[in-house]
């Protein structure tokens, strides 16, 4: 089954800017990188999903890093390496629910506050990261018990 592109491509902004450009080209995207894996590793909301990955996270930076150059409309590192992104497969090995969803957007907020990302780029990223955020669901919430 093939996956909606549209899910994996954030890259229009407006028509000056790229918000790869916008957010401070490698320099800005690794800093909100760092910020967001910092959180994961922090955040007690974020314990179920910062078990997924690797106790050490330098790969998991990186290939977030790589990825978000690209999405955002900068240089495509993570296609260069790995090819299509194809987002929702790799992420099948792990049970994303709307908890971990949630736990995911909470860091990637608290990592855009650290980082000043403000105004049109940050409404256009929220947006975004929420949409495909969202698209990794890939398990039902746990049932409750009632
Ligand atoms: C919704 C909740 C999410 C969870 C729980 C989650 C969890 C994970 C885990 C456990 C890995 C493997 C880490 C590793 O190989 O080092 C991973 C890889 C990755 N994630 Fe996520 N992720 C989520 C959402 C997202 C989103 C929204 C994006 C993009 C904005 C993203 C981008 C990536 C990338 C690029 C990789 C590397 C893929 C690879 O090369 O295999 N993830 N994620």
Redesign the pocket.
């Known amino acids: 089954m093939s996956e909606p592109v549209s899910s994996e491509d954030?890259s229009a902004f407006n028509a000056e800017h790229t918000p790869f450009e916008a957010i401070g080209g490698e320099t800005g995207v690794r800093a909100l990188v760092d910020a967001f894996y910092d959180r994961m590793d922090t955040e007690v909301v974020a314990r179920?999903?910062r078990a997924?990955?690797?106790p050490d996270?330098t790969?998991?930076r990186d290939?977030?890093f790589?990825?978000?150059c690209g999405?955002l409309g900068g240089p495509q590192h993570?296609v260069e390496r790995?090819g299509h992104?194809r987002?929702r497969m790799?992420?099948a090995?792990?049970a994303?629910d709307q908890p971990?969803?949630d736990?995911?957007?909470v860091c990637?907020q608290g990592a855009m506050d650290a980082c000043g990302v403000e105004g049109a780029l940050r409404t256009f990223l929220n947006t975004r990261?929420d949409d495909?955020?969202?698209?990794?669901?890939n398990r039902p919430s746990s049932a409750s018990a009632d």
């Open positions: 954030g179920t999903i997924m990955h690797p996270l790969a998991s290939k977030l790589w990825f978000l999405w993570f790995f992104p987002l790799r992420h090995p792990f994303i971990a969803r736990a995911w957007m990637m990261f495909l955020a969202t698209f990794m669901i």
